[in-house]
């Protein structure tokens, strides 16, 4: 898979349940960034979690990091029909590079 | 809460026209980024800049493309003559230090005719 891959593609749930998308990645990383875009808008950003740390939280965002099987998880728990977007991962990689480098992304869609 | 901002929001222009994008990043922001994102495809990093001058480019990003930084706030990227496959939504962003969060703004949507 390329660097930055997100699975699944597409990802229906129900209001309430929770959402979890994962990324992969395929070269040693500095940080890994989460980003939510609605449709045909901006991308915003929700988290970032650093090489040397393994979870993090932030209000209803869990996001955790294995640099050994590089891959992420992003948990979105209690989800709301506002959750409903594309959910990307982004790489930033260790080699003084700052080019995020992103992945086709997850689209949540949460059923009210 | 301090946020990027970019004009225009929309920009329809004939092929082979130049056009600018504009951003005002994050005012304490030092590293500056435009990407892209071709319709239904990745968001795909073109150049960032720092200290007044390119760090860092993609292969994309070539003569056809250049940034600027004319004043303290302002940060713009020139297309000096487009190309249909130049249209995209074009994203600027800013990060106060490197390998800080990069914060994005809402995109300029090019459309080439």
């Known amino acids: 898979s390329q660097q930055g891959e997100e699975d699944p593609q597409a990802l229906s749930i129900q209001e309430g349940e929770n959402a979890t998308m994962n990324c992969s990645y395929k070269t040693s990383i500095n940080n890994l960034q989460w980003y939510r875009q609605n449709s045909g808008r901006g991308l915003v950003h929700l988290i970032l979690?650093?090489?040397?740390?393994r979870e993090k939280h932030s209000g209803r965002l869990r996001v955790t990091l294995d640099t050994s099987k590089k891959s992420s998880s992003l948990l979105i728990t209690a989800s709301r029909a506002a959750d409903t977007a594309s959910y990307f991962c982004?790489?930033?990689?260790?080699?003084?590079?700052?080019?995020?480098?992103f992945g086709s992304g997850t689209r949540l869609q949460v059923q009210p | 809460e301090p946020e990027v901002t970019q004009t225009p929001s929309h920009q329809v222009t004939q092929m082979g026209q130049e056009v600018i994008l504009r951003c005002v990043p994050i005012?304490?922001?030092?590293?500056f980024y435009w990407y892209r994102q071709i319709l239904g495809q990745k968001v795909e990093f073109l150049v960032s800049?720092?200290?007044?001058?390119?760090?860092?480019k993609s292969e994309i990003f070539d003569d056809q493309f250049s940034v600027e930084r004319p004043d303290g706030s302002n940060f713009t990227l020139k297309i000096r003559s487009t190309k249909l496959e130049d249209s995209a939504m074009y994203f600027c962003?800013?990060?106060?230090?490197?390998?800080?969060?990069?914060?994005f703004g809402p995109g300029t949507r090019l459309t080439v005719l």
């Open positions: 005012s304490n922001h030092l590293y």
């Open positions: 982004a790489t930033e990689r260790d080699t003084g590079r700052r080019a995020l480098t």
């Open positions: 979690i650093r090489s040397n740390e």
């Open positions: 800049f720092y200290n007044n001058e390119i760090s860092e």
């Open positions: 962003a800013s990060s106060f230090y490197s390998y800080n969060e990069q914060f």
